[in-house]
Every structure is written in structure tokens, then in C-alpha cells.
């Protein structure tokens, strides 16, 4: 099983609809993150948590919101999408610490009609 | 405030053959830098890490990169490409946890093709 699994892996909504993107991680690591990968772009950050108490807006957050359900579970959504929402979209770990690496799921594709 | 430039968004290279892949970055710390590879329908996995120990990093599946502070460099290579190398690199610079954390901001990525 993988490390940090996202739910769905694909998924096409319609502009205006409420949409969810699960992550969960067997890591027990504190630290989460939810990055948008768009091509020629890499990746931006939107959310980030250092715990269930403690989140923080990344680089691109409007129009997205998180929440942590728990160490091992975070969830973004978009309250609203919009088209240039389409995106790859991935969650993130990783230790506390200096220079530690980050661990990836495999991704969510999303698309808005 | 740091970044990181890669340069090439597309590599091809024959196989047998060197790859290099660039990445210069900007920090005003001492940073650490990443490689990360994303193969197709698959998240981004580490390949090596800068961390100021040795500056000649080693990391999986051949893979090198030297940190080269008066070039602001941390290019990475493997002496001999394999069809199984195709892939999209990432570069990637930390400004190691200041703050309580780690600010790390990714370049554009490079997509290597390795051709028979």
C-alpha cells in the first residue's frame, strides 16, 4: 500500500460544483501539503499543516480550503470550481526537521467543464 | 526570498548516453536543494539530496549532482541514460525549516526523452 493515497484519481465536475480531494498517509509524519502542478508552471503550494491545530494559506490558496480531519487525513476543496481549477493536484508529507524530503501520492486529475 | 531555474523544459538524449540536467537556484540562506522524478500517472519521488555535507550527492538509479555554491548550481547527471529514465525531473531549493517551516519552492521541471 502506498505511503500517502489521494482519493479520487480522476475526477471531471462542472463549473459551480463543490468538490472534495482526499489524502491520507501511513507516514506518521505531522506535516502535510496540498501542491498544484500545472504544465510548465511545477508545482505551487496551496495549503500547508504542521498538525490538526495549525494551518496556513500557501502561494495560490484563493478559492480553495483545507481541513485536517486528523494527523493522517487532509482534504482539499474547492467550494466552487472554476475551469482554470483544471489541474494535476498532489498531497504531500514529511518530517519535521532541516532539509527533510517530502513524500508524494500518485495525484489527483481534475477537471472543470 | 528564493527560486530555482531550470533550464530546458525538454532533454532528449540517446541511450548509452550522458544525460545533464540543469537547475540553478537563488537563495539567501544556505539552502538545500532536492531532485525529484516523476514518472508518468505517478507523484514525485526524491532522487537526491543537498544537505552540506558533500557537495557531490549520490542518489538512486545512477543519478549525481553537484552543489556548486560559486555557480549557485546543483546540476544533476548519469554517465549513461537508459530507456527507463524517461521522465520529468524537478529541482527543487529549501530554505531548511526557518521559521518553523520548510519554505520549498520547486522549478518548472524537465522532461527527459531517451531515444534508442
Known amino acids: 500500500d502506498a505511503d500517502v493515497t489521494q482519493t479520487p484519481r480522476n475526477r471531471i465536475t462542472k463549473t459551480g460544483k463543490r468538490i472534495m480531494l482526499e489524502c491520507s498517509q501511513t507516514k506518521g509524519h505531522d506535516r502535510m501539503y496540498w501542491y498544484r502542478q500545472d504544465p510548465g508552471l511545477g508545482l505551487r503550494l496551496i495549503y500547508y499543516s504542521f498538525d490538526v491545530k495549525d494551518i496556513n494559506k500557501g502561494e495560490i490558496s484563493d478559492g480553495y480550503s483545507v481541513s485536517r480531519q486528523a494527523q493522517a487525513k487532509f482534504s482539499l476543496s474547492l467550494e466552487s470550481a472554476i475551469p482554470n481549477q483544471t489541474a494535476l493536484y498532489f498531497c504531500?508529507?514529511?518530517?519535521?526537521?532541516?532539509?527533510?524530503?517530502?513524500?508524494f501520492g500518485q495525484g489527483t486529475r481534475l477537471t472543470v467543464v | 526570498a528564493q527560486s530555482v531555474t531550470q533550464l530546458g523544459s525538454h532533454v532528449s538524449v540517446s541511450e548509452g548516453a550522458l544525460v545533464l540536467l540543469r537547475c540553478n537556484y537563488s537563495s539567501s540562506v544556505p539552502p538545500y536543494l532536492f531532485w525529484y522524478v516523476q514518472y508518468p500517472n505517478q507523484g514525485l519521488q526524491l532522487l537526491l539530496k543537498?544537505?552540506?555535507?558533500?557537495?557531490l550527492v549520490k542518489g538512486i538509479n545512477g543519478f549525481e549532482a553537484e552543489f556548486k555554491k560559486s555557480e549557485t548550481s546543483f546540476h544533476l547527471t548519469k554517465p549513461s541514460a537508459h530507456m527507463s529514465d524517461a521522465a520529468e525531473y524537478f529541482c527543487?531549493?529549501?530554505?531548511?525549516?526557518?521559521?518553523?517551516?520548510?519554505?520549498?519552492?520547486f522549478g518548472t521541471g524537465t522532461k527527459l526523452q531517451v531515444i534508442p
Open positions: 543537498y544537505t552540506s555535507a558533500a557537495t
Open positions: 527543487a531549493v529549501s530554505d531548511g525549516d526557518s521559521g518553523g517551516y520548510q519554505k520549498v519552492t
Open positions: 504531500a508529507t514529511s518530517d519535521k526537521g532541516r532539509g527533510t524530503e517530502a513524500f
